[in-house]
């Protein structure tokens, strides 16, 4: 089984930054992808970034593109965002996957484990 931690939400001001942090405890020796999903209230879950655990490489959308990094260092992986803007308020979730489709789909279903949320409130 396993098991994502998330920490570092928070409060913040636009033009701000915050750092997301994910640990992943358990059996994932066989995890290919982590990931960082986002939810704001009213809206569908949307794909923020991923990162594969064979050769580091990223996906993120659109929509972070240039702010956010996201990193990973053996069993732990972290969302830099830098120049928060208001839109980007929302619950954010660490998920984990077998699938090799994960990081380049960034969808939701593609995601077996998840974390339990740290929310991200971006001010203007």
């Known amino acids: 089984q396993v098991q994502l931690v998330e920490s570092g939400g928070g409060s913040v001001q636009a033009g701000g930054s915050l750092r997301l942090s994910c640990a992943i405890f358990?059996?994932?020796?066989?995890?290919?992808?982590m990931a960082w999903f986002r939810q704001a209230p009213g809206k569908e879950r949307e794909g923020v970034a991923a990162?594969?655990?064979?050769?580091?490489r990223t996906n993120y959308a659109d929509s972070v593109k240039g702010r956010f990094t996201i990193s990973r260092d053996s069993a732990k992986n972290t969302l830099q965002m830098n120049s928060l803007k208001p839109e980007d308020t929302a619950m954010y979730y660490c998920?984990?996957?077998?699938?090799?489709?994960?990081?380049?789909?960034?969808?939701?279903?593609?995601?077996?484990?998840w974390g339990q949320g740290t929310q991200v409130t971006v001010s203007s």
């Open positions: 998920a984990a996957t077998y699938s090799v489709l994960g990081c380049f789909n960034l969808r939701d279903t593609d995601f077996p484990y």
């Open positions: 990162i594969r655990t064979d050769d580091l």
């Open positions: 358990g059996y994932s020796y066989s995890i290919y992808c």
